[in-house]
Structure formats: C-alpha cells, structure tokens
Antibody
Framework: QVQLQESGPGLVKPSETLSLTCTVS????????WNWIRQTPGKGLEWIGY???????KYNPSLKSRVTMSVDTSKNHFSLKVTSVTAADTAVYYC????????????WGQGTPVTVSS | EIVLTQSPGTLSLSPGERATLSCRAS???????LTWYQQKPGQAPRLLIY???SRATGIPERFSGSGSGTDFTLTISRLEPEDFAVYYC?????????FGGGTKVEI
C-alpha cells in the first residue's frame, strides 16, 4: 500500500522560506512523477509542480520564480521550497503521485496546513 | 493556461437521486487528460474518473464520466450517503495542470 506523508513547519513568517518534505512508503520513488499541490478556500486546488526521480522538474509558471523541488532517492522522499512567502501562500499543502496511465493523482498525502504569519 | 469552470457550485439532492456535474474548459482538452476527483472534509481528493470516462480502481459503477472537447460531465446515477462531497475536474495540457473550482453535492 502506497503512503505519502508531508512534514514541515506549520507556521512560516512572511518573506521567509517554506520547506516541506514528502516521505513515500510502499513504493519506490525511483518511478513516477512526484507532485506538490496546495489548496485554499479562495483559490481552490493549485498545482505547484512536479519532480521525477532523476531530478527533472516542472513548475507552475505563476510560482516558478519562488519554487524549488528536490528528490532524495536514498531516503525515498522529495521536498518543496517556496521562497519569499506571503499570506497568499497560506494553504493546505499536499504531495501526490502522478499516474502516467491515468493522467491524475492516484495517491495523495493527508495534507499539511501551512500558515504564513508573523 | 486552460481554465476549468464547474457548475453548479452547489447541488442539493437527496439520496437515491441522480447528480449531473458539469466541467467546461476555456479551450479544448484532450479527453485523455480530463480527470475527476471526490473530496470529503478533512481528506485529500480521491481519483474517480480518468480519461474523461474510465473509472479508477474500486470506484462504484454509479459514477460515470462523459464528454469531449470543452464540455465534460460527471454523473452519479443514484446518490448514496457517502457520495455527498465536493467534486473537482482536472486537466493537464503539458504546460500547466489546472483544477476546476469544484461542485459541492449536499443533502
């Protein structure tokens, strides 16, 4: 059974960097594309980007200048960094596994709420 | 980017009734890349339908998807109590992945 688990600070100060990690169990990270998605009451679900096991990545153009993703195959986890955060980055952050067969997310983490506030 | 508009925003129905949810794209979407999810409070979304009309593993037959081009539909033939939730469509056009704003199906 594939499980994804997000971890990281729930509170980040404005202008600082948001850092989250998604640990994958029950599947090797050396396959699939691994994504970050966030959800807010106002904007709904927003795709942040993906990274593959080889390190290739693609980001949402609206966030591209502030987002970096990385993967650590030895720890079977991948990470997200968002720089210069503002209150608009307050959201529930999900990690998800992209299924190339289904063209959708077949496994999700439970989500972790992140608040940007001083 | 392709904008997905879902309607109605809220659908008020009773168990046993039929639910019809719409997802309209700002430009044509390949059916292969149109996906539907269900989300319940406090949970992550769950993939229901992929390729516009194929049910994911374990999804009951009462869920069906249809459509092409810019107009897609999710139908729940007879609502069960556990089907009351929010439903999202999603597309991927190789540049940006986007989600619709969601339809809440409430009792």
């Amino acid at each position: 059974q594939v499980q994804l688990q997000e971890s990281g600070p729930g509170l980040v100060k404005p202008s600082e960097t948001l850092s989250l990690t998604c640990t994958v169990s029950g599947a090797s990270i050396s396959s699939y594309y691994w994504n970050w998605i966030r959800q807010t009451p106002g904007k709904g679900l927003e795709w942040i980007g993906y990274i593959s096991y080889s390190g290739s990545s693609k980001y949402n153009p609206s966030l591209k200048s502030r987002v970096t993703m990385s993967v650590d195959t030895s720890k079977n986890h991948f990470s997200l960094k968002v720089t210069s955060v503002t209150a608009a980055d307050t959201a529930v952050y999900y990690c998800g596994r992209w299924s190339s067969s289904w063209h959708g997310y077949d496994n999700w983490g439970q989500g972790t709420p992140v608040t940007v506030s001083s | 980017e392709i904008v997905l508009t879902q309607s109605p925003g809220t659908l008020s129905l009773s168990p046993g009734e039929r639910a019809t949810l719409s997802c309209r794209a700002s430009r044509s979407v390949s059916s292969s890349y149109l996906t539907w999810y269900q989300q319940k409070p406090g949970q992550a979304p769950r993939l229901l339908i992929y390729g516009a009309s194929s049910r994911a593993t374990g999804i009951p037959e009462r869920f069906s998807g249809s459509g092409s081009g810019t107009d897609f539909t999710l139908t729940i033939s007879r609502l069960e109590p556990e089907d009351f939730a929010v439903y999202y469509c999603q597309q991927y056009d190789s540049s940006v992945l986007t989600f619709g704003g969601g339809t809440k199906v409430e009792i």
